[in-house]
T-cell receptor, first 111, second 114 residues
Framework: DAKTTQPTSMDCAEGRAANLPCNHSTISGNEYVYWYRQIHSQGPQYIIHGLKNNETNEMASLIITEDRKSSTLILPHATLRDTAVYYCIVTNAGNNRKLIWGLGTSLAVNP | NAGVTQTPKFQVLKTGQSMTLQCAQDMNHEYMSWYRQDPGMGLRLIHYSVGAGITDQGEVPNGYNVSRSTTEDFPLRLLSAAPSQTSVYFC?????????????FGAGSRLTVL
C-alpha cells in the first residue's frame, strides 16, 4: 500500500475553511484515498473517500489532484468541534486488513 | 441503532490475569476488527474477521485470542495480561466488498495492566 505524508499539526480559525493536505506519491491505480478523524479519546470516525474524482458529503470535500499523488480534505466552515487528529489512508477498496494508520494531522480550530 | 458497542470502558488488571473485551455491532456488518492505540503510534490491527466463524491475525496478535461465533459479536481475550498490553483498544466493523474500508468504531476500552 502507498504511504502517506501529512503535516504533524495545523491551526484554523473558527468559521474558516480548513484545508488538510496529504501526499501519496506512490499511489497505485486501484488504490483509494480515505480520510478519518479522531476526536480526543474517541474512536476514529470515517469522513470520506475517493478514487480520482473529487467527492463531497455532508462532512467534507475531498480534492484529488489529476496525477493522484496528493489530495486535500476541506472542512468548509470549521467549528471548535472539528478539532481532532485527521488521518489520510491509501489502500485498495476491498480489504481492511491493509489500513495503515500513521500519526495524522492534529488540527486545532481556534475561536 | 447503537452502532459498535464496547465493554468495559475502563479496566485495571494485574499481570497474569485474563479478561475479555466485548464488542457488538448491530449493523449486520461482515467485517469486524480489533485495534490497539498507544501514545505516539498509529492504530495497529490485532485480529480481524471477515465473517462468522472466520478470524485471522493482524499486525500485533501475540497475547490475544478472538472468536466470531455470530455476525454481531467479536470478543477479544487477553490470555495472561502483561504491562505491555496497557493500551486503548478499539473495535470496528464494516460492510464487506467495496465498503470494507468504511469502518465504524466503538468508543474504546482503556486497559491498564499493573
Amino acid at each position: 500500500d502507498a504511504k502517506t505524508t501529512q503535516p504533524t499539526s495545523m491551526d484554523c480559525a473558527e468559521g474558516r475553511a480548513a484545508n488538510l493536505p496529504c501526499n501519496h506519491s506512490t499511489i497505485s491505480g486501484n488504490e483509494y484515498v480515505y480520510w478519518y478523524r479522531q476526536i480526543h479519546s474517541q474512536g476514529p470516525q470515517y469522513i470520506i473517500h475517493g478514487l480520482k474524482n473529487n467527492e463531497t458529503n455532508e462532512m467534507a470535500s475531498l480534492i484529488i489532484t489529476e496525477d493522484r499523488k496528493s489530495s486535500t480534505l476541506i472542512l468548509p466552515h470549521a467549528t471548535l468541534r472539528d478539532t481532532a487528529v485527521y488521518y489520510c489512508i491509501v489502500t485498495n477498496a476491498g480489504n481492511n486488513r491493509k489500513l495503515i494508520w500513521g500519526l495524522g494531522t492534529s488540527l486545532a480550530v481556534n475561536p | 441503532n447503537a452502532g459498535v458497542t464496547q465493554t468495559p470502558k475502563f479496566q485495571v488488571l494485574k499481570t497474569g490475569q485474563s479478561m475479555t473485551l466485548q464488542c457488538a455491532q448491530d449493523m449486520n456488518h461482515e467485517y469486524m476488527s480489533w485495534y490497539r492505540q498507544d501514545p505516539g503510534m498509529g492504530l495497529r490491527l490485532i485480529h480481524y474477521s471477515v465473517g462468522a466463524g472466520i478470524t485471522d491475525q493482524g499486525e500485533v496478535p501475540n497475547g490475544y485470542n478472538v472468536s466470531r461465533s455470530t455476525t454481531e459479536d467479536f470478543p477479544l481475550r487477553l490470555l495472561s495480561a502483561a504491562p505491555s498490553q496497557t493500551s486503548v483498544y478499539f473495535c470496528a466493523s464494516s460492510p464487506g466488498g467495496a465498503g470494507a474500508n468504511v469502518l465504524t468504531f466503538g468508543a474504546g476500552s482503556r486497559l491498564t495492566v499493573l
